[in-house]
């Protein structure tokens, strides 16, 4: 008896069971794979362009393969959050004002950090070392501060969230302690504070964008799907992170090194248009690098991010699969939180 509700936990809150999920995640897991078999760009090389293609297909059949052996375990956490959204958005607002709590400008002083932070970089690149303008495609000069900026504002919101959703059980381990209070929502409340502090930071990348001539434009409103990229990418990390720490605390200090040399394996200061074809598919390994250059593409590429369409495939499988093992990794230790913390 036991066994059959459990196979008939909803997925997103509509009655979905077991067999119905499992159907409509293979479904879309083979459309993709088809879109991908399918695709073809001419100028492209033909080689590599087969490598992809053979890279994807494997790694969509071993996320078929995972989910349906781990649904269970893989499905109670996103149902979790759906079925606790109104609540999420209450607290996730709640911190974000605790943050601030006590001092005299209050929220104000997350408008002002943004401000600061590129002002800062102002004077060092335009002013103290003026950098030429950087080519990034054909014909394509941008401003070293709007090339900067572009790459910094995704990166600050990704180091931000990844700690601050990795620390999350720590920081609330009173509630954690609470045996009715479902845990598996403090890592995303986390990440939406996280997030209106992200906003603040777009406002200012738009603005000297602007200033430079890099007018918005429809390719602007990419930088919200970029953004839930990465929203996505730090909410799967951050449940293996969450998990993690509470049995290894160094878990913090790797992480806080892994970032400093994450920011230079990143295209956040350096041009990934420098380097050759086959070195950019390797930095392109690193899922920020999709999120990134997405970021540039939306103020002043001009492209859609279906144009690069083997990087927003391999982002998403790989994005899904390290959520998937998130969710295990998080329904695995957490029997044993509250006793260890």
């Given at each position: 008896?036991?066994?059959?509700?459990?196979?008939?936990?909803?997925?997103i809150?509509?009655?979905?069971?077991?067999?119905?999920?499992i159907?409509?995640?293979?479904?879309?897991?083979?459309?993709?794979?088809?879109?991908?078999?399918?695709?073809?760009?001419?100028?492209?090389?033909?080689?590599?362009?087969?490598?992809?293609?053979?890279?994807?297909?494997?790694?969509?059949?071993?996320?078929?393969?995972?989910?349906?052996?781990?649904?269970?375990?893989?499905?109670?956490?996103?149902?979790?959050?759906?079925?606790?959204?109104?609540?999420?958005?209450?607290?996730?607002?709640?911190?974000?004002?605790?943050?601030?709590?006590?001092?005299?400008?209050?929220?104000?002083?997350?408008?002002?950090?943004?401000?600061?932070?590129?002002?800062?970089?102002?004077?060092?690149?335009?002013v103290?070392?003026?950098?030429?303008?950087?080519?990034?495609?054909?014909?394509?000069?941008?401003?070293?501060?709007?090339?900067l900026?572009?790459?910094?504002?995704?990166?600050?919101?990704?180091?931000?969230?990844?700690?601050?959703?990795?620390?999350?059980?720590?920081?609330?381990?009173?509630?954690?302690?609470?045996?009715?209070?479902?845990i598996?929502?403090?890592?995303?409340?986390?990440?939406?504070?996280?997030?209106?502090?992200?906003?603040?930071?777009?406002?200012?990348?738009?603005?000297?964008?602007?200033?430079?001539?890099?007018t918005?434009?429809?390719?602007?409103?990419?930088?919200?799907?970029?953004?839930?990229?990465?929203?996505?990418?730090?909410?799967?990390?951050?449940?293996?992170?969450?998990?993690?720490?509470?049995?290894?605390?160094?878990?913090?200090?790797?992480?806080?090194?892994?970032?400093?040399?994450?920011?230079?394996?990143?295209?956040?200061?350096?041009?990934?248009?420098?380097?050759?074809?086959?070195?950019?598919?390797?930095?392109?390994?690193?899922?920020?690098?999709y999120?990134?250059?997405?970021?540039?593409?939306?103020?002043?590429?001009?492209?859609?991010?279906?144009?690069?369409?083997?990087?927003?495939?391999?982002?998403?499988?790989?994005?899904?699969?390290?959520?998937?093992?998130?969710?295990?990794?998080?329904?695995?230790?957490?029997?044993?939180?509250?006793?260890?913390?």
């Amino acid at each position: 008896m036991k066994n059959k509700e459990k196979k008939q936990i909803p997925v997103i809150g509509q009655g979905i069971n077991k067999k119905a999920g499992i159907t409509i995640f293979t479904l879309v897991m083979l459309i993709m794979g088809v879109i991908i078999v399918c695709y073809h760009n001419p100028l492209a090389n033909q080689t590599d362009e087969l490598v992809k293609k053979i890279i994807a297909c494997t790694l969509i059949v071993i996320a078929v393969i995972a989910f349906i052996k781990f649904y269970d375990k893989i499905t109670q956490l996103p149902f979790e959050l759906y079925q606790n959204r109104r609540l999420i958005w209450r607290l996730a607002k709640n911190d974000f004002k605790r943050r601030y709590a006590g001092s005299y400008m209050g929220a104000v002083w997350a408008m002002i950090q943004p401000v600061v932070t590129v002002a800062m970089y102002y004077i060092v690149f335009q002013v103290i070392m003026p950098q030429k303008a950087t080519l990034v495609g054909e014909g394509i000069e941008v401003p070293y501060l709007v090339f900067l900026t572009a790459g910094l504002v995704p990166w600050f919101y990704f180091s931000e969230a990844i700690v601050n959703g990795m620390m999350a059980l720590l920081e609330y381990e009173y509630l954690v302690k609470k045996v009715v209070f479902k845990i598996s929502i403090l890592p995303i409340i986390k990440i939406i504070a996280a997030t209106f502090i992200h906003g603040f930071f777009v406002l200012v990348l738009l603005i000297i964008a602007w200033f430079y001539g890099f007018t918005p434009s429809l390719y602007t409103l990419q930088i919200f799907y970029y953004s839930f990229c990465m929203f996505v990418l730090v909410l799967a990390v951050s449940y293996t992170t969450c998990s993690v720490v509470i049995y290894f605390r160094d878990l913090q200090q790797i992480v806080n090194i892994a970032l400093q040399i994450g920011m230079w394996a990143t295209p956040v200061l350096w041009n990934l248009g420098s380097f050759s074809k086959k070195a950019q598919m390797l930095v392109k390994i690193n899922p920020l690098v999709y999120i990134v250059e997405g970021y540039r593409s939306a103020i002043y590429e001009k492209q859609w991010f279906w144009e690069d369409f083997y990087s927003t495939m391999y982002f998403w499988i790989i994005t899904i699969g390290l959520f998937c093992i998130g969710a295990l990794v998080y329904k695995r230790l957490k029997v044993h939180f509250a006793d260890i913390m």
